[in-house]
């Protein structure tokens, strides 16, 4: 079993940034991909990032391009979400999930998720 805990979430002006950090424990290794999925009030969850554990490999999805970074730390068993030029539709709770069988980006992909945090960016 693996454990995940992020934090780093909180509520920021638009424009603002906020790095959030998915901190694993458990059974852990580097062998496997993480992610960052977000799921917004009366929406399904989507795909923020994710990188892959053969060589670091990163995916985004379109909206948050440019402004968010993925990257993690292995010895510290710790992802994290660098966002910057925050809008309001990033308003969401934020997931870090861990070990998806196969694509990176379907959410029903992953074994492990964490309980999430709450960004909320104001206009």
């Not at 994290?80 to 990033?90: F, G, R, V």
Request: net charge positive; charged share 15%; proline share 3%.
């Amino acid at each position: 079993q693996v454990q995940l805990v992020e934090s780093g979430g909180g509520l920021v002006q638009t424009g603002g940034s906020l790095r959030l950090s998915c901190a694993a424990s458990g059974r852990t290794d580097s062998r496997y991909s993480m992610g960052w999925f977000r799921q917004a009030p009366g929406k399904e969850r989507e795909f923020v990032s994710a990188i892959s554990w053969i060589g670091g490999r990163t995916y985004y999805a379109d909206s948050v391009t440019g402004r968010f970074t993925i990257s993690r730390d292995s010895v510290k068993n710790t992802l994290y979400l660098q966002m910057n030029s925050l809008k309001p539709e990033d308003t969401a709770v934020y997931y870090c999930a861990a070990r998806p069988s196969i694509g990176v980006y379907d959410p029903t992909n992953y074994a492990y998720w964490g309980q999430g945090t709450q960004v909320t960016v104001s206009s």
